[in-house]
Nanobody, 116 residues
Framework: QRQLVESGGGLVQPGGSLRLSCAAS????????MAWYRQAPGKQRELVAR?????????AYADFVKGRFTISRDNAKNTVYLQMNSLKPEDTAVYYC????????WGQGTQVTVSS
């Protein structure tokens, strides 16, 4: 059984939006924080956004997505979301979710391609 299943990626034009979902097979409240990461071709995986599991509305973002992306969670559904607006070509990557710090086996990720 896969522990993390990401979905919602796709091809979008610059300036467009996507909403990613990450369904966990275990309680996300087990972890202090959940996060979204991304990995572009030829680059290392990087942290995009994180959200505390027990503190309402506390989230932090990498500078390169601040003001454009919003992370949220639904503890009852064990699901984490990433709303991505004003997408840029440099946002093209495979997006993954995991705990922060990383404690879960990586899922397959979801491909986001921003191109005209």
């Amino acid at each position: 059984q896969r522990q993390l299943v990401e979905s919602g990626g796709g091809l979008v034009q610059p300036g467009g939006s996507l909403r990613l979902s990450c369904a966990a097979s275990q309680r996300i409240l087990n972890f202090a924080a959940m996060a979204w990461y991304r990995q572009a071709p030829g680059k290392q995986r990087e942290l995009v956004a994180r959200i505390l599991s027990r503190t309402i509305n506390y989230a932090a973002y990498a500078d390169f997505v601040k003001g454009r992306f919003t992370i949220s969670r639904d503890n009852a559904k064990n699901t984490v979301y990433l709303q991505m607006n004003s997408l840029k070509p440099e946002d093209t990557a495979v997006y993954y979710c995991n705990s922060d710090p990383i404690q879960i086996s990586w899922g397959q990720g979801t491909q986001v391609t921003v191109s005209s």
